[in-house]
T-cell receptor, first 112, second 116 residues
Framework: DQQVKQNSPSLSVQEGRISILNCDYTNSMFDYFLWYKKYPAEGPTFLISISSIKDKNEDGRFTVFLNKSAKHLSLHIVPSQPGDSAVYFCAARIQGAQKLVFGQGTRLTINP | DVKVTQSSRYLVKRTGEKVFLECVQDMDHENMFWYRQDPGLGLRLIYFSYDVKMKEKGDIPEGYSVSREKKERFSLILESASTNQTSMYLC???????????????FGDGTRLSIL
């Protein structure tokens, strides 16, 4: 039972353009959503998050959008840079819980 | 700066061996977690602990156990290693209850374990 799904295993984007990574979820009890970025041979690092009471959160080149009615969130990276090439994981937290539920990850490749 | 340290980056063991993976954090975090990462499956939670000597099963605890004798250290134990436990293992920690909403989990760099 995959409660958090990232349906695109990979994405390739031209440098300077917008990268859009998508994530769908099924559990209405999720109250907090996070994006992590992972380089090979390193652990995931926290990128950006959003509370379920908001629909947008922005941090520099990164913006996360949440559509609760569609149970969908997306991460926008503008402009995309070569250093953004990594695997991106979407994660969600159930209200009151400490653990996170992760998606399968999307490998983003930024082409020069 | 936040630091989660996993004792080994690479480990090769044989089927049937008892394997210990160690994780230490220096942030005085209450919560600690063990995940495995496999292609196409993302990060799956094996066990977590929200206090010393406390543990809870995650989504895939079969074949694993854990130990948390001190706050800063969380060990993952493969009781009798099998080839399907070949994977990347990631340890993480976070602040405990009540957890500020903006406190994410902090990860170590992972241990790539191969069971032959």
């Amino acid at each position: 039972d995959q409660q958090v799904k990232q349906n695109s295993p990979s994405l390739s984007v031209q440098e300077g353009r917008i990268s859009i990574l998508n994530c769908d979820y099924t559990n209405s009890m999720f109250d907090y959503f996070l994006w992590y970025k992972k380089y090979p041979a390193e652990g995931p690092t926290f990128l950006i998050s959003i509370s379920s009471i908001k629909d947008k959160n922005e941090d520099g080149r990164f913006t996360v959008f949440l559509n609760k009615s569609a149970k969908h969130l997306s991460l926008h990276i503008v402009p995309s840079q070569p250093g953004d090439s990594a695997v991106y994981f979407c994660a969600a937290r159930i209200q009151g819980a400490q653990k996170l539920v992760f998606g399968q990850g999307t490998r983003l490749t930024i082409n020069p | 700066d936040v630091k989660v340290t996993q004792s080994s980056r690479y480990l090769v063991k044989r089927t049937g061996e008892k394997v210990f993976l160690e994780c230490v954090q220096d942030m005085d975090h209450e919560n600690m977690f063990w995940y495995r990462q496999d292609p196409g499956l993302g990060l799956r939670l094996i066990y977590f602990s929200y206090d010393v000597k406390m543990k809870e099963k995650g989504d895939i605890p079969e074949g694993y156990s854990v130990s948390r004798e001190k706050k800063e250290r969380f060990s993952l134990i493969l009781e009798s290693a099998s080839t399907n436990q070949t994977s990347m293992y990631l340890c993480a920690s976070s602040l405990g209850r009540p957890s500020p909403r903006r406190q994410p989990q902090h990860f170590g760099d992972g241990t790539r374990l191969s069971i032959l």
